[in-house]
């Protein structure tokens, strides 16, 4: 460890022990001291980052950790940014929490620093899902929110995601206006901490009504989930808050046969029956799939901790279930939106949807295909809300997605909703079984009529400051030194976000990105093949994203078409040294 380094930590280190800060913590840190100086690195190296989504980190003791004093502080540069934009008015917030460890606390925590502050505050009775924050924001007339959530996160994380009046996370000018005001916040002296508790109120089941009832207007097709009401579906909140209102609401909308895993039904922050509380990841719905082949269900359902994302299985055409991935079910849901949309006439020429860089192409595709606009967004659920945001009052959002098993239907929240998307996805196979079809068949059908798109990705996790250094290198490597061609196709364009331009390599002309910032690179080749590198914003990563295509003309080629893309993409991962 160099001088400068080791400096910085005892620095941090000692203005902790001696500040106002527990006999724990205190107690935490001389552990650290005298027998665990690598630890005690990692943990006051620096601040945990408030980024533009937040706080996101592992538990401990430090300034480089997610506990009681740091989400403090970041509450108190919230609260002070809030305070600037808003003089002179009531300021109206509210606070929602998962089942994380600690989640509870520390969303107590910041209910007290904002009532102290003078605002009113809404806590939520107990856990509730991340979109119903956003909905209860713009319900309630607030001016800001918080959620005190790790996303689908291994255990040991947690997180503090800030949202703005309009219900989405913040985006430009405020979040780098937030990060000023919280950086200014050098220790818990300058914390408000007590007085204003008359200003907490506690809200529950009638903001569950009022959110439900919402989203039931969305709905397309009652008469085909009413034909097929007695459909089997397997539901596992993965031991997070869905819980509360994803089987309910199927059951509003028409669905008697509803089954919730027992064992993952419990909330736990332990997370113990899964490796890891991610929908993305097959062994997370291993639980509810076994449920499923025992019960005969035709549709397997799981949300996240903080159930803003879904995870779905279906059955193949040897009755076996398979997992679909995050494009191939923002995908089925764009395909179906629009054409129910179109069915029941409620197209008028001013809606669209939205999607990000690193999602499917397909998405785009179908959109042409009904003349709806679409956008193409930064990756980030906040920039699809920043479009919403942007066409109020001129066009209506029918939906939007993003591979990450992210989906948004209408406008009532500003951010990705797994509440609505389970209806959704149920109501498509409904819809489908009336026309003999299961939802697996109807995405085969949909790569007949569009082509065959597939997507691969790698993450790569680089933790602590040497994997921070290590990320950047790689994308400093890619910039300087750019793949000419990926598995023989040559290389046509390269769009860098974070340098805001675009390079046709054919014409050797240079075209400005209208897009914020961000560090991505994305290199399309001759024969459409995408390949995207993003180091994530929120987790200690980074992100390699591909996708190919090719031409299928009929259903029973697919496997054999799949075969070809799923070796194209081997090739280019090999081709990288990714694997």
């Not at 290198?473 to 196709?489: C, E, T, V, Y």
């Not at 009929?554 to 078409?561: D, Q």
Request: one cysteine or more; hydrophobic letters at 40%.
């Amino acid at each position: 460890m160099d001088k400068a380094l080791g400096a910085l930590v005892n620095e941090n280190a000692n203005r902790w022990l001696n500040g106002n800060y527990d006999e724990e913590t205190k107690a935490g840190i001389r552990r650290m001291m005298a027998h665990a100086p690598e630890e005690l690195v990692e943990c006051f190296y620096r601040n945990l980052e408030f980024g533009t989504g937040g706080l996101r980190g592992i538990m401990g003791v430090g300034t480089n950790r997610m506990n009681t004093y740091t989400v403090a502080m970041a509450t108190q540069g919230l609260a002070n940014y809030i305070l600037t934009r808003f003089p002179g008015q009531e300021i109206r917030v509210a606070i929602a929490h998962d089942s994380r460890n600690r989640s509870d606390e520390f969303a107590r925590t910041t209910a007290r620093i904002f009532a102290a502050n003078g605002f009113r505050v809404f806590l939520f009775d107990s856990l509730r899902p991340t979109p119903e924050l956003s909905f209860t924001i713009r319900e309630l007339g607030c001016k800001s929110g918080v959620v005190i959530t790790a996303s689908h996160n291994p255990k040991e994380y947690n997180g503090y995601k800030a949202y703005w009046d309009d219900g989405a996370q913040v985006t430009a000018p405020h979040d780098g206006n937030i990060i000023a005001e919280v950086d200014r916040i050098g220790s818990m002296d300058q914390v408000k901490m007590t007085g204003g508790e008359e200003n907490i109120i506690t809200i529950g089941a009638e903001m569950d009504e009022a959110y439900l009832g919402k989203l039931q207007t969305l709905m397309l097709s009652p008469e085909a989930v009413k034909a097929n009401a007695g459909m089997r579906i397997v539901y596992t909140p993965l031991h997070g808050t869905g819980y509360k209102l994803v089987p309910e609401f199927l059951r509003r909308v028409g669905f008697t046969a509803v089954s919730v895993v027992p064992e993952q039904e419990i909330p736990d922050g332990n997370f113990p029956t899964v490796k890891s509380p991610n929908p993305e990841e097959q062994s997370a719905l291993q639980m509810a799939i076994r449920l499923a082949e025992r019960e005969g269900a035709e549709l397997v359902l799981a949300t996240d901790p903080d159930a803003d994302r879904v995870g779905i299985a279906v059955r193949d055409e040897k009755d076996d279930f398979i997992l679909m991935n995050g494009n191939q079910t923002a995908c089925l849901l764009t395909y179906y939106l629009l054409r129910r949309w179109k069915e029941l006439g409620k197209l008028t020429g001013k809606e669209y949807i939205v999607k990000t860089i690193v999602t499917s192409e397909l998405m785009a595709r179908i959109a042409r295909s009904c003349d709806i606009p679409y956008y193409n967004v930064l990756t980030g659920f906040k920039f699809i809300a920043e479009v919403i945001r942007e066409q109020e009052g001129k066009a209506t959002f029918i939906g939007g997605g993003e591979e990450s098993y992210g989906f948004l239907v209408g406008d009532f929240v500003r951010d990705k909703d797994s509440i609505i998307s389970c209806a959704m996805v149920a109501e498509a196979a409904a819809w489908a079984k009336t026309q003999g079809l299961t939802l697996y068949g109807l995405l085969k059908r949909i790569y007949v009529e569009y082509g065959l798109f597939k997507e691969g990705i790698v993450s790569l996790t680089k933790a602590g400051k040497s994997g921070q250094e290590e990320i950047a290198q790689m994308m400093a490597n890619l910039r300087a030194d750019p793949p000419k061609s990926i598995s023989g196709s040559p290389v046509i364009e390269i769009r860098d976000y974070q340098l805001q331009v675009c390079h046709d390599l054919q014409t050797g002309t240079s075209t400005p990105i209208k897009l914020p910032k961000s560090n991505v690179l994305q290199f399309l080749t001759e024969d459409c093949t995408i390949v995207s590198a993003r180091p994530s914003g929120t987790e200690p990563k980074i992100k390699f994203y591909f996708g190919v295509r090719e031409e299928l003309t009929h259903v029973e080629e697919f496997h054999k078409a799949e075969a070809v893309l799923d070796t194209k993409i081997d090739a280019i991962k090999r081709e990288l040294n990714l694997v």
